[in-house]
């Protein structure tokens, strides 16, 4: 179980503007939901509005797997916040491919490379040039980058260059005084994750819990325990930190 923590200073990100992608359930609103309860004023989007995101948040609806999706977004979030302070490239999807690498249509590679990828340059590209220095940019991977397999093969190569991407950022950005980090969550309690993880389950004929019990720490993870990852590498208590990809798994991925 997630231990209820102490509630957040209400004034960390207090005059901060923060976009936050892929906003409308699972990690996205947790983490929009953690940036408000830090002071933040929050912009999110995903395709639809749903009841789980927070209502303090302005949501814009907008498809992130185009650059005229992105562009549309993007211009309507500065619209609302003037300029950006903290940006969460969050929004991800995959569906698992039980025939592995070759099964996986070409159509699906390019989706995959599209919203997994493409979405977090596309959209930083565009809100570049209204992130103040002193600005941090989250983005959200996946162990898949680094455990990548056949059946998730197009969604771990796209979350692989995504951390290419932020290392590149990172170094390009650091005189600018903006750092770039990329969380890498393994498996976390979210609509989209266990739908993924369901189908691999299924396919072998084991269940959810058996695919959580090799974790060491005891349980999956909660969306809020990447929510208060990203709020603190979006702080100035990770001043000193860029460049950095961090996996967040409770222990379950053997790398160093
Ligand atoms: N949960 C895990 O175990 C896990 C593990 C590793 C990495 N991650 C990563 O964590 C991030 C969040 O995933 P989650 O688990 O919270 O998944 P989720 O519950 O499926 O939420 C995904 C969010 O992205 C949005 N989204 C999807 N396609 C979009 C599009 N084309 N344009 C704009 N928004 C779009 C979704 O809204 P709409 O569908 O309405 O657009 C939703 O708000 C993803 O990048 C995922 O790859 C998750």
Excluded: C
């Excluded at 592995?100 to 997994?116: A, K, M, Q, R, Y």
């Excluded at 170094?171 to 393994?186: D, K, N, Q, S």
């Amino acid at each position: 179980m997630f231990k209820t923590l102490a509630p957040p200073d209400p004034t960390e990100f207090a005059g901060k503007r923060a976009v936050v992608t892929g906003g409308s359930r699972g990690i996205g609103a947790a983490t929009a939901q953690r940036l408000l309860d830090g002071g933040a004023t929050v912009v999110t989007t995903a395709r639809k509005a749903t009841d789980e995101m927070p209502k303090a948040a302005t949501f814009i609806a907008g498809d992130l797997s185009t650059l005229t999706g992105v562009r549309a977004f993007a211009e309507a979030a500065l619209g609302v916040l003037g300029g950006v302070d903290i940006l969460v490239n969050n929004a991800g999807a995959a569906r698992a491919h039980l025939g592995g690498t070759s099964s996986i249509p070409d159509e699906e590679w390019l989706d995959s490379v599209n919203l997994n990828y493409l979405s977090a340059v596309r959209v930083t590209n565009a809100l570049l040039p209204a992130l103040r220095e002193g600005g941090a940019i989250v983005n959200i991977s996946s162990v898949a980058a680094r455990l990548p397999t056949p059946q998730l093969a197009h969604y771990s190569a796209a979350k692989a260059a995504l951390n290419a991407y932020g290392k590149a950022l990172a170094a390009e950005l650091a005189p600018a005084g903006i750092r770039v980090t990329t969380i890498l969550p393994g498996n976390v309690v979210t609509p989209g994750g266990e739908a993924i993880r369901q189908d691999l389950a299924d396919a072998v004929g084991i269940s959810l819990d058996d695919i959580r019990s090799g974790i060491p720490l005891g349980r999956p993870g909660d969306p809020r325990d990447v929510a208060e990852t990203v709020a603190y590498l979006a702080s100035d208590r990770a001043q000193w930190i860029t460049g950095a990809t961090l996996v967040l798994d409770g222990g379950e991925v053997p790398l160093i």
